[in-house]
């Protein structure tokens, strides 16, 4: 795969989930994503329910992606992206209320990575589960932006 080129400094490689316009609509907030392990937390909104008020199978299944993902770039320090090459997932329990989606790299190597994921709901009941395999995508930034300084005025003299 090609290299991504970002607009992004090396600080903000580590920030660049805060940028995803679907994270934003579904509210998804990262706590912490380092060495290989990602938290995030999703408020349940109506809209994100089934038939049964209960969050909806697509719904878990982005956040179990999305966590796993997480865990995987902060496993290589944000250096990489990665793009999901699959995901298998157990449906175990119907969950309402905030949920917490955990994931964990497992394995793997410089290319390709593995790793799980679990949805919690606010009692910490698991409501699915998920393995997943990703492969790193290199990220090239792009230079930042020279900007000139103002020199600085002299000091106005009285006349």
Do not use: W
């Amino acid at each position: 795969m090609s290299p991504t080129t970002i607009s992004a400094t090396n600080a903000d490689l580590g920030n660049m989930f805060h940028r995803v316009p679907f994270m934003k609509l579904l509210g998804v907030t990262r706590e912490s994503s380092e060495n290989g392990l990602a938290r995030l937390r999703m408020p349940m909104r109506p809209e994100f329910t089934n038939l049964f008020d209960c969050a909806h199978g697509g719904v878990l299944m982005t956040l179990l992606d999305t966590a796993m993902a997480s865990a995987a770039v902060s496993s290589v320090g944000f250096r990489s992206s990665a793009v999901t090459l699959s995901i298998s997932a157990n449906f175990l329990q119907p969950g309402r209320g905030p949920l917490t989606i955990v994931g964990k790299r497992t394995g793997g190597g410089r290319s390709i990575c593995y790793c799980e994921g679990t949805v919690f709901d606010e009692h910490g009941t698991a409501l699915a589960r998920a393995i997943g395999s990703f492969r790193f995508k290199n990220l090239v930034l792009e230079p930042e932006p020279v900007v000139a300084r103002a020199e600085p005025s002299p000091p106005a003299t009285g006349a």
